[in-house]
C-alpha cells in the first residue's frame, strides 16, 4: 500500500527492538525498519518490485509467531513485537550466506559488482569465514554479445530481482528460471542472446543485480564503485525529467546508474538515459571555435578571433538592415539559464524578437489550444498522479519509444487492473496491452472523440456541476455535436462503433480519467481542434484539477517546456522558426544564430532548409560537434555537453530539476551559458553574470511562475512551477479552484476531415516518430556505441501486406519518394505493427532523413510511393 493510499489512515503502534515506532497500515517490517533507520539485509529485495521472500536474509523474529517471518513481505499489525538482530536470526543469515557461497565464483578482483556487492558486503558483515562443507565455484564463463548488458550466470544467487523487473516493470520477460532445484539458474528463453528475446536494453535488471551476475559492459575507462565520484544531475534527452547518478573518474563519465526511490523516475531508466553517454567521447567533439576562412573552409581559430568576427559580422548586417535581421534557433536540451539568457540577447541587445525554439513548430497547435481552454498550455498534473487514475487514454503517442520511463506509469497501471485506451493507427507496445485500442485510420482521430463525447452526452456521463459552475461555452459545443453519427464516425476513422461506444463508457463512468498525448495529435492536420477537442472530453466529465485528471502533452526535449517558459518564442513581429527559413529566403532575416539545435534535419523540406542555410549572409552555430547545419556556419563556437553543464531543465510535467557537472568541459569549449554571456558582450553588452546561479536569480525575478525557485531549493529534488514564494513547495495540480483564465472554454469540435492518399502514384501515407534507441535527429546517440550498436540506422516499417505488393522482403532496400520530390533510401522492416496503407519511418537518421520527404509548415501525414531498389 503506498503513501498516498494510506495518507488518512490511522496510525499503528509496534516495538522495532524495544522501542516504539509508528507505521502506516499496510507497511511491512521491512519498510519500518528502514524508515527507523534499521538496516534489515536483503537479496531479493528491490523497492521498485513486489515483495518476494526468496533469499530468506530478511528473516527476523516476531512475537508470537510460529518461527522467523520475512520482513520484506510481512505487515505490520497494531502491537507487534519484533527483533531484527538476535543471535538466532544472524546464525540463520550466515547460514544463508555460507549456502549461497558454496556454489559461487571467487572472482572478486575481476567482478564487476565488486565493491558494490551485497553478498560480498554481508559475508563481511557476518563473518564468513570458511564455509564448512567447502567451496566448489564454478566457471564464471564470457559475458555474452550484448553491447550494453553483460551476463555471468555463474555468480547469479536466484534471488529473481532481474526476472521481476523485467516482468513487472517492464511488463516484457527477458529473463526466467531454468531447470529446478539444484540445477536452477537464471537466463533468457532457450538461452538466446537478449537481443533476440524482446530486450530493449534498458539496463533495469544491471540496476537490480545485488550482485555481478548482470552489469554493464566493462570499458577501458571503468573504474571501481569506491573509485567514482557520484553526480545527481537530470538526463538531456526526452522529456520526462529523470534522475541520473553519474559516476565520473578522471575527468570523464564512466558509468550512470539511478537512485531507487529516487526522483520522478524511481531509479527506472531507458536505454539512452543509462547507455547513450558515449558522445561526450566522440572524435568529432568540437573543443575550439571555428572560423570560415578566405578559402571558405572552416578551420580553428582562437575564441577573440572568432567573436571579433562575430561583432563585425553582425554590426555590419544590423546596420545594413536592422537588430531585427538577426534569428536564433534554440535546442531542447539548452538549460533553462541558457535559454532565458539568449532571449534575452535577442530582445535586450539585439532588438530582435525571432527567437524560437527547433520543435515549437511540434508544439504551437497545441500550446494554442490549452491555452484557450484553460488559460495555459502546459501539463496540469504529474505522472505522480497516473496511479489515481482510474482510466488513462493515451492519444497519438507511442510512449515506450517516446517517453520510455514515462510509459512504466502507464503499464504500472494496467498491471494494476486500470483501464488503458490508446487511439492510434500503430498498434504500438501499449495498443497490444490495452483495454481498448482504437486504430484510427491516420489523421482521423477527431473522428474517434467525436463518436465518443457524443456518446457521454447520449448516456448522461456528463459532469453537470462542474460544467455548470466552471466552464463557459458549453451550449456551443453541444450544439457542434447535435448532428454527429456515431456509425458514421466510426466508418470515417475505421473503428468499429461497439469499439467506440465502450471506450466512451469506460472514461464517462471512470471516477478519474487522465489523457496523454503526443505528436500524432499535435502535428495532425487538425492538431489544435484535436487538441480542444481533448480539452473538451476532460471537462465535459469534470476530470480537470483533481488528483488522476487532467491533459499530459508529451515535449520531445528535456528542455522544450523550460524554453517556452523562458520565452523562447517569437512575440508581435518576430519570425517563428519556420518563418525565419522564408525570412532568409526574402532576405529579410541576414543573420542566424543557432544553440543546441540541427535545423537541417529537424525541420521539414530538408532541401530547401539546406538551400536557406547555405544562402543566409552570415551563420553562427553553438554545438558539440560539427552537425549538418554547423557545416554551413561561418562560425561555429564549441559548447559543452549536458553534463559538463550547470543549470536546471524543465520536464514536461513543469518539474523543475538541477543539472550538473560530473567531468570539466573538453578543450576549449564553454557551456551555452557562458558562450551566450561572451556573445552578448562581444556585441555591445553589459554582462557580468558570473554562474548559472546568478542566472536564475534573474528568472526568479523575472518569470513570476519561477519566483519563489532557487538553486538551494532545488538541492534535494524539482520543483513543479508555479512556486511564487521561497517558501511554496510549488503545484502539482493546476486548475483545482479555478481555471487560469477563470473559467474554462469549451471549444465547438470541428467536422473530422479524412486524410487521404494522394492517389495510385503515391498511394501509401507516411508517419515518422520517435524510435526508442535515438533521440530526435539523432546529433548525440548517432555518436553514442552504446546506442549505434543496437539501432545504427533507420528502417522503413511495412505491413506484410503492403510489402508483398511492393514485392520486396524484410532487410531489402527501396526508394521512399514524396510527392515535393524528395527521395531517400532506406531498409525495409515488415511488421504488423503499421497498419495496411501506411509506412512508418523513425526521425533520426542523417543519411535518410523523414524531413527530406516533408513539405516545411504542414503538419500530418506525407503521401509517398515506395519501390524496391
Not at 474554462?744 to 486524410?755: H, T
Not at 526508442?772 to 543496437?790: D, F, K, N, Q, Y
Amino acid at each position: 500500500m503506498s503513501a498516498a493510499d494510506t495518507a488518512g489512515a490511522q496510525m499503528l503502534s509496534l516495538t522495532l527492538n524495544g522501542l516504539q515506532v509508528q507505521a502506516r497500515p499496510g507497511q511491512t517490517i521491512l519498510e519500518v525498519a528502514q524508515a527507523e533507520g534499521v538496516d534489515i539485509p536483503t537479496l531479493c529485495h528491490d523497492p521498485r518490485l513486489e515483495p518476494y521472500g526468496a533469499c530468506r536474509m530478511c528473516l527476523v523474529e516476531v512475537e508470537g509467531a510460529r518461527g522467523p517471518m520475512a520482513a520484506c513481505g510481512t505487515a505490520v499489525r497494531e502491537g507487534m513485537s519484533v527483533q531484527t538482530h538476535t543471535e538466532k536470526i544472524r546464525k540463520i543469515r550466515k547460514f544463508v550466506l555460507e549456502l549461497l557461497l558454496t556454489n559461487h565464483p571467487l572472482d572478486c578482483p575481476v567482478c564487476e559488482a565488486a565493491g558494490d556487492c551485497r553478498l560480498q558486503d554481508y559475508a563481511y558483515e557476518y563473518l564468513v569465514d570458511m564455509v564448512p562443507w567447502g567451496w566448489r565455484p564454478p566457471v564464471v564463463g564470457e559475458p555474452g554479445e550484448h553491447p550494453n548488458v553483460a551476463h555471468f550466470g555463474a555468480r547469479c544467487v536466484l534471488c529473481g530481482r532481474c526476472v521481476r523487473i523485467c516482468r513487472e516493470v517492464m511488463s516484457i520477460g527477458c529473463w526466467g528460471y531454468l531447470n529446478r532445484g539444484y540445477d536452477s539458474e537464471v537466463d533468457t528463453p532457450y538461452r538466446l542472446p537478449l537481443v533476440e528475446v524482446d530486450c530493449v536494453s534498458c539496463g533495469q535488471c544491471v540496476s537490480t543485480c545485488p550482485v555481478g551476475a548482470i552489469v554493464g559492459q566493462r570499458t577501458p575507462q571503468g573504474a571501481r564503485e569506491w573509485q567514482t565520484a557520484k553526480t545527481v544531475t537530470t538526463c538531456s534527452y526526452c522529456g520526462d525529467g529523470c534522475r541520473l547518478l553519474l559516476h565520473s573518474y578522471h575527468d570523464k563519465v564512466v558509468k550512470v546508474a539511478s537512485q531507487v526511490e529516487m526522483g520522478l523516475n524511481l531509479g527506472n531508466l531507458c536505454v539512452k538515459g543509462r547507455f547513450g553517454i558515449g558522445y561526450a567521447d566522440s572524435p568529432d567533439r568540437l573543443t575550439t571555435p571555428l572560423v570560415r576562412n578566405a578559402k571558405g573552409e572552416l578551420e580553428e581559430g582562437s575564441w577573440e578571433d572568432a567573436l571579433a568576427r562575430l561583432r563585425d559580422r553582425v554590426g555590419s548586417i544590423r546596420g545594413a538592415k536592422s537588430g531585427s535581421a538577426v534569428a536564433a534557433i534554440c535546442g531542447t536540451n539548452c538549460t533553462n539559464e541558457a535559454a532565458y539568457l539568449l532571449q534575452k540577447l535577442m530582445r535586450t541587445v539585439l532588438g530582435s524578437h525571432s527567437v524560437d525554439a527547433i520543435d515549437h513548430p511540434e508544439q504551437a497547435a497545441s500550446e494554442r489550444a490549452l491555452t484557450a481552454a484553460f488559460g495555459l498550455g502546459t501539463a496540469t498534473n504529474s505522472r505522480k498522479d497516473l496511479r489515481t487514475a482510474d482510466v488513462i487514454l493515451v492519444v497519438g503517442a507511442n510512449l515506450t519509444e517516446s517517453d520510455p520511463v514515462l510509459s512504466l506509469d502507464v503499464i504500472k497501471a494496467l498491471r494494476s487492473g486500470k483501464t488503458v485506451i490508446v487511439i492510434d493507427p500503430r498498434t504500438t507496445e501499449l495498443a497490444t496491452k490495452a483495454k481498448y485500442h482504437l486504430a484510427v485510420k491516420p489523421g482521423t482521430d477527431l473522428a474517434a472523440l467525436r463518436a465518443l463525447m457524443r456518446q457521454i452526452l447520449d448516456l448522461g456521463f456528463k459532469d453537470a456541476d462542474f460544467v455548470a459552475g466552471r466552464t463557459e461555452g458549453f451550449a456551443a459545443f453541444e450544439k457542434s455535436l447535435a448532428d454527429v453519427d456515431i456509425e458514421a464516425e466510426a466508418s470515417a476513422c475505421g473503428v468499429s462503433a461497439t469499439l467506440l461506444r465502450a471506450a466512451a463508457v469506460a472514461y464517462g463512468q471512470a471516477g478519474a480519467a487522465a489523457i496523454i498525448y503526443g505528436p500524432g495529435v499535435s502535428q495532425a492536420p487538425q492538431a489544435e481542434a484535436t487538441v480542444s477537442a481533448l480539452a473538451d472530453l476532460a471537462m465535459l466529465t469534470g476530470n480537470v484539477g483533481r488528483p488522476g485528471t487532467g491533459l499530459y502533452p508529451l515535449r520531445s526535449g528535456a528542455n522544450s517546456q523550460g524554453l517556452v517558459d523562458m520565452g523562447v518564442r517569437p512575440d508581435g513581429p518576430g519570425l517563428s522558426v519556420e518563418e525565419m527559413v522564408a525570412g532568409i529566403e526574402s532576405g529579410e532575416v541576414g543573420a542566424l544564430y543557432v544553440v543546441g539545435a540541427d535545423p537541417a534535419l529537424a525541420l521539414g523540406d530538408e532541401t530547401r532548409v539546406r538551400k536557406a542555410l547555405d544562402k543566409v549572409d552570415f551563420l553562427v552555430v553553438e554545438d558539440s560537434f560539427l552537425t549538418d547545419t554547423a557545416q554551413y556556419a561561418d562560425i561555429v563556437f564549441p559548447a559543452a555537453v549536458a553534463f559538463e553543464d550547470e543549470g536546471t531543465f524543465t520536464n514536461a510535467e513543469r518539474f523543475v530539476q538541477r543539472v550538473r557537472a560530473a567531468a570539466p568541459s573538453l578543450g576549449e569549449s564553454l557551456p551555452d551559458w557562458k558562450i551566450i554571456t561572451l556573445v552578448a558582450n562581444a556585441l555591445g553588452g553589459d554582462w557580468t553574470y558570473s554562474s548559472p546561479a546568478d542566472v536564475m536569480r534573474e528568472i526568479a525575478g523575472a518569470v513570476p511562475d519561477y519566483k519563489g525557485i532557487s538553486y538551494g531549493k532545488l538541492e534535494d529534488g524539482g520543483v513543479q512551477w508555479p512556486c511564487l514564494s521561497a517558501e511554496c513547495a510549488g503545484m502539482p495540480i493546476l486548475h483545482a479552484d479555478g481555471f487560469s483564465r477563470g473559467k474554462g472554454a469549451f471549444v465547438p469540435v470541428e467536422s473530422a476531415a479524412r486524410v487521404p492518399s494522394a492517389g495510385k502514384d503515391f498511394p501509401l501515407l507516411l508517419l515518422s516518430g520517435s524510435a526508442r534507441e535515438h533521440h530526435a535527429t539523432g546529433v548525440r546517440t548517432r555518436r553514442s556505441p552504446g546506442i549505434t550498436r543496437l539501432l545504427a540506422e533507420v528502417a522503413l516499417q511495412v505491413n506484410p501486406a503492403d510489402a508483398k505488393a511492393l514485392g520486396v522482403a524484410d532487410g531489402e532496400s527501396v526508394t521512399v519518394t514524396a510527392q515535393n520530390g524528395g527521395a531517400l533510401d532506406a531498409a525495409v522492416r515488415v511488421t504488423t505493427r503499421v497498419p495496411v496503407g501506411m509506412v512508418f519511418l523513425p526521425a533520426f537518421s542523417a543519411t535518410a532523413p523523414v524531413t527530406r520527404l516533408m513539405v516545411l509548415g504542414v503538419a500530418g501525414p506525407v503521401a509517398v510511393k515506395v519501390q524496391r531498389l
